[in-house]
């Protein structure tokens, strides 16, 4: 079904506040616009947490038939990026190499659906450049009186009207003065930073018409956004920009003014931002100490399928409290879905579902899906439909009601569903030598439990934990699975 062939999407826009039908510009396509990692160090589980909704975004989107042109920045130049490689002698390149191929692994492990390009702002600058000429040219920015070119908020309307921050209540002291140069006003921010020494020794600093030095980073943003979809659609304006809510004031009011002020255009339609995860009742930050890195859940062993179904327990609007107790219990979740269609497949027995019916339940899941869904992403409600369809398909296939080709198209909207919310265990492809060397072990731990020789079989099981081998002992006997890295 198209997206607009029944429910309508509506979507949470912060520059209205309010809930909105979502229709694209153009039918059928929608651009795409997700802040990215600022590539200084690795990106933290709350970072991944707004990936994560913006990956749900996207995937219903494309479940509901529109095509999604996904632009996602990678910033590797910026005060935070020039300290770290300053610190550590090394060029800004070589600094951040090895945290943009670590993002793009994390992403992997997190199965979250690639972005169609991923620019890099050092790989973007002739385009910062036009845009801040085009700038200064319309008089809405001028150069200080240290070499940098500051926006002149005084001259952009509309300033402030994302975020509500209203003029009087931008002064000296506020976020948006926070950069250190000499400006003509205290609300003024950066576009183009004056060259200095730490700049140069690292290797960031471009030469521009207006004086040699780099970008700010409210400027990347928007000159890699405008410039990826114009260049691919001839247009200036996107559907939808996303982020945290850490980015609309001042970064994303300030990308509004710049982008606006340059071309005219309204910038983005729609706003969407994702909450904070909290780790006892503070938001994660590496200004706090309190980080957790997706790599730190892989070494531990946590399944990608359990981040997931962590993360769209809450909706994204809303904060999201990560602990040990939440994380064992979307582990548990997840391995009753991943056993769940198990036995669905079983049932279906390989049949096609050619000619037959689509179970009542199975309707009722993908409407009910849908739904959720459609209401600014209710995640929580979405997941919530799929296991009253496991209780509800577990009571038909025990009264055996189901036929193969009935399990078949059941299994089919299962799949649809889990290609957006994609919440089953990790799958492991298990090589004939391992399976058989498993098979005896569990032979071998029978065999000893048999004996009432406990000990024995407790260190069989834990020769298997080795190898990455969970064991789950049931009254029909022991299931066992190869865990994902």
């Given at each position: 079904?198209?997206?607009f ?5 509506r ?61 996602m920045?990678?910033?590797?130049v ?10 550590a ?83 000296a ?6 950069d ?18 730490v700049?140069?020794?690292v ?27 114009k ?33 005219g255009?309204?910038?983005?339609r ?9 780790i006892g ?22 399944d ?7 993360c ?48 009542a339940?199975?309707?009722d ?13 209710n ?10 369809f496991?209780r ?7 009264a ?18 889990m290609?957006?919310?994609?919440l ?9 030598d ?18 009432r020789?406990?000990a ?30």
């Open positions: 079904m198209g997206i062939g029944g429910m309508n999407l979507l949470y826009n912060t520059l209205t506040r309010r809930l909105e039908p979502f229709k694209p510009l153009h039918d059928g396509r929608v651009t795409l616009y997700t802040c990215g990692p600022t590539v200084w160090n690795y990106a933290h589980i709350g970072n991944f947490r707004t990936f994560l909704f913006e990956d749900l975004l996207r995937r219903y989107l494309e479940y509901r038939g529109v095509e999604v042109f996904h632009v920045n990678l910033t590797d910026d005060d935070r990026t020039i300290g770290a490689a300053a610190t002698g090394v060029s800004l390149g070589e600094h951040t190499a090895p945290f943009v191929a670590a993002f793009f692994e994390d992403c992997e492990y997190l199965r979250i659906r690639p972005a169609h390009v991923y620019p890099r702002a050092t790989e973007c600058v002739d385009s910062m450049v036009d845009l801040v000429t085009t700038l200064l040219d319309a008089g809405l920015a001028y150069r200080g009186d240290d070499g940098s070119v500051y926006f002149a908020v005084a001259s952009f309307e509309n300033y402030g009207r994302l975020s509500q921050v209203e003029r009087r209540e931008l002064k002291g506020s976020r948006v003065s926070s250190e140069y000499a400006k003509e006003d205290a609300r003024d921010f950066a576009l183009w930073k004056a060259v200095s020494e700049d140069e020794a290797g960031a600093a471009w030469n521009a018409p207006f004086g040699r030095g780099r970008p700010g980073w409210h400027l990347e943003c928007s000159a890699i956004a405008l410039s990826q979809i260049g691919r659609y001839g247009i200036e304006t996107l559907d939808i920009h996303a982020g945290g809510v850490d980015l609309i004031f001042p970064h994303h009011e300030n990308e509004i003014a710049q982008s606006e002020g340059a071309t255009q309204t910038f983005s729609f706003w969407l931002h994702g909450e904070f995860l909290t009742g503070t938001k994660m930050s590496k200004r706090f100490g309190n980080t957790l890195t997706a790599r730190d859940l892989k070494e531990d062993g946590v990608a399928g359990a981040v997931r179904y962590l769209y327990s809450t909706h994204y609007r809303q904060r999201l409290g990560f602990s040990d107790e939440a994380l064992d219990s979307a582990r548990e979740g997840v391995g009753r879905l991943g056993e769940f269609r198990k036995r669905l497949e079983a049932a279906s027995g390989g049949e096609p579902s050619d000619g037959e019916n689509c179970p339940a199975a309707v899941l993908e409407n009910a899906f849908q739904a959720a869904m459609d209401e600014d992403l995640a929580p409600q979405a997941v919530a439909t799929v296991f009253s496991v509800k398909a577990n009571r038909e296939l025990d055996g009601t189901w036929s193969a080709a009935a399990a078949t198209r059941a299994l089919e909207v299962l799949d649809r569903v290609d957006v919310l994609d089953l265990p990790t799958s492991v492809t298990v090589s004939d391992l399976r058989q060397w498993v098979e005896r072990r569990l032979a071998d731990r029978q065999a000893a439990r048999g004996a020789d406990f024995a079989a407790d260190r069989i099981r834990a020769e298997l934990a080795e190898r990455g081998v969970e064991l789950e002992d049931t009254p029909e006997g022991t299931r066992w699975q190869v865990r994902g890295d």
